[in-house]
T-cell receptor, first 114, second 116 residues
Framework: GDSVTQMEGPVTLSEEAFLTINCTYT??????LFWYVQYPGEGLQLLLK?????DKGSNKGFEATYRKETTSFHLEKGSVQVSDSAVYFC?????????????FGQGTELSVKP | GAGVSQTPSNKVTEKGKYVELRCDPI?????LYWYRQSLGQGPEFLIY????????DSGLPNDRFFAVRPEGSVSTLKIQRTERGDSAVYLC??????????????FGPGTRLTVL
């Protein structure tokens, strides 16, 4: 079945460092791809999304490009801040289910030190 | 405006008991989803409602789990004869439509269920 695999955490970076969190997926069809973020003590919220190949989603300085040839959707940010400390989840929307259920990776915890 | 709310925020119960978890979606959202998140894992899909009907319940682990949405708004997830393995955070999400390409799901804070 469809699945999402993320790099394992925790990832610890110093402020202003470059961030990459790897995400690859397996899907039968042509999914939409998402990054969700969970800040400490808060609920999951959508960070960015891409709905077709070569689309780039971006928000709050984060970017991810939908790469169909490598089945990847890696999350990047050029300069992280302490406030970016959170758990990041890569997810896809099942193309065979028009209801849009999300299939999530296991999450990657990011800790940014001042 | 108000986001998705879930009650209770925490629920502790004994093995074999019955529990109900409530989700109040964003007003006007027709699609409602339940997910379960175990410690250190990503959320796993349980069930999806479009309006009052369960359009996809393929994620419910067994027949001890049941969910309803009788008026197309509030939903209740019901778990019978709880087991220790049911302990997890139960998340509810809602969206304006079931279009998988464009929908943004808005998540509630979750209910942490602990089965002793």
């Amino acid at each position: 079945g469809d699945s999402v695999t993320q790099m394992e955490g925790p990832v610890t970076l110093s402020e202003e460092a470059f961030l990459t969190i790897n995400c690859t997926y397996t899907a039968t069809g042509y999914p939409s791809l998402f990054w969700y973020v969970q800040y400490p003590g808060e609920g999951l919220q959508l960070l960015l999304k891409a709905t077709k190949a070569d689309d780039k989603g971006s928000n709050k300085g984060f970017e991810a490009t939908y790469r169909k040839e490598t089945t990847s959707f890696h999350l990047e940010k050029g300069s992280v801040q302490v406030s970016d400390s959170a758990v990041y989840f890569c997810a896809l929307s099942d193309p065979y289910n028009q209801g849009g259920k999300l299939i999530f990776g296991q999450g990657t915890e990011l800790s940014v030190k001042p | 405006g108000a986001g998705v709310s879930q009650t209770p925020s925490n629920k502790v119960t004994e093995k074999g008991k019955y529990v109900e978890l409530r989700c109040d979606p964003i007003s006007g959202h027709t699609a409602l989803y339940w997910y379960r998140q175990s410690l250190g894992q990503g959320p796993e899909f349980l069930i999806y409602f479009q309006g009052t009907g369960a359009a996809d319940d393929s994620g419910l682990p067994n027949d001890r789990f049941f969910a309803v949405r009788p008026e197309g708004s509030v939903s209740t997830l019901k778990i019978q004869r709880t087991e220790r393995g049911d302990s997890a955070v139960y998340l509810c999400a809602s969206s304006t439509s079931g279009n998988f390409r464009t929908n943004e799901q808005f998540f509630g804070p979750g209910t942490r269920l602990t089965v002793l």
